[in-house]
Each structure stands twice: as structure tokens, then as C-alpha cells.
């Protein structure tokens, strides 16, 4: 049950690395200058300048939708591993 509940972590991580990573590819393809700065700043910064240029794409939902499902997730695990230690 622990490696089928790890392996979707880890399939939830990935595709929000993917997306992050696309978004990246993106602004840089989009962007005339400066192209090598949007790999060196940090998710958040990235997220709302692809917003500003593309409003209506669901990579933001997907990137929130993987965060908090993440986070999620880890807390139920960890509720569920301390519940069982008592």
C-alpha cells in the first residue's frame, strides 16, 4: 500500500516539474530578451510572468492543482503514520 501511495507522489511531483519546466520553455520562447534569466528565478516569479502572458492556460491550474494535492497528500500520509504508531 506505502509504494502505490509513494509512486503517486512521486507521478504528482513529476508533472508538476514538467509543467514548470514547460512554462519555462515557453516564456523563454516568448520572450526577445534576456532569454537564459527565466531558468535562474524561482517558481512563483516564473508562474505569474506566464500568466501575464498567457491568462487562459491550464499549466497555472495544473501547477496549483499538483502543489496542493502534493502537500495534501504528504499530510494525509503523515496523519496516517502517526495514527498507526500510537
Known amino acids: 500500500m506505502f ?4 509512486s503517486i ?3 504528482i511531483a513529476v508533472l508538476g516539474a514538467c509543467g514548470d519546466l514547460i512554462m519555462r520553455i515557453r516564456i523563454t520562447q ?10 535562474r528565478r524561482g517558481g512563483d516569479r516564473v508562474a ?6 498567457f491568462p487562459n492556460s491550464p499549466l497555472l491550474l495544473l501547477r496549483r492543482f499538483a502543489f496542493w494535492l ?3 497528500s504528504s499530510g494525509a500520509a503523515l496523519l496516517a503514520i ?3 504508531s500510537r
Open 9 to 11: 507522489l512521486i507521478v
Open 30 to 39: 516568448r520572450e526577445p530578451y534576456d532569454k537564459i534569466a527565466w531558468w
Open 70 to 72: 502534493l502537500l495534501a
Open 82 to 84: 502517526l495514527w498507526q
Open 3 to 6: 509504494a502505490v501511495f509513494y
Open 48 to 53: 505569474d510572468a506566464y500568466e501575464e502572458l
